[in-house]
Nanobody, 124 residues
Framework: QLQLVESGGGLVQPGGSLRLSCAVS????????IGWFRQAPGKQREGVSC????????IFADSVKGRFTISRDNAKNTVKLQMNSLNAEDTAVYYC?????????????????WGEGTQVTVST
């Protein structure tokens, strides 16, 4: 049974940083691309970043380029999202998700397994 669990969310001031982790179990991470998505109140879920199954390709939404990085450690079955220079517009519930696609996309459609999400709040 595929399971993804996010952690690392919290309250941070504008300009601050957070590092989110996605711990996966029940499957071999090597064969899955992992995406990070977020959903703010009243808004649709949107793709933030994705790392391919090989780790050789990463993509980012325009709104986070240059501020967020994504990495994976297949041996530890974890994927991390480093978020820097956070602002109020980054406030949302962040989800990680897995797809058997070897390549990365920021659309939710190919991702069949999802975590429960972790809240990120950027505020003074």
């Amino acid at each position: 049974q595929l399971q993804l669990v996010e952690s690392g969310g919290g309250l941070v001031q504008p300009g601050g940083s957070l590092r989110l982790s996605c711990a996966v179990s029940g499957f071999t991470l090597d064969f899955y691309s992992i995406g990070w998505f977020r959903q703010a109140p009243g808004k649709q879920r949107e793709g933030v970043s994705c790392i391919s199954s090989s780790g050789g390709r990463t993509i980012f939404a325009d709104s986070v380029k240059g501020r967020f990085t994504i990495s994976r450690d297949n041996a530890k079955n974890t994927v991390k999202l480093q978020m820097n220079s956070l602002n109020a517009e980054d406030t949302a519930v962040y989800y990680c998700a897995a797809t058997a696609l070897g390549r990365c996309v920021l659309s939710t459609a190919p991702f069949g397994s999802w975590g429960e999400g972790t809240q990120v709040t950027v505020s003074t």
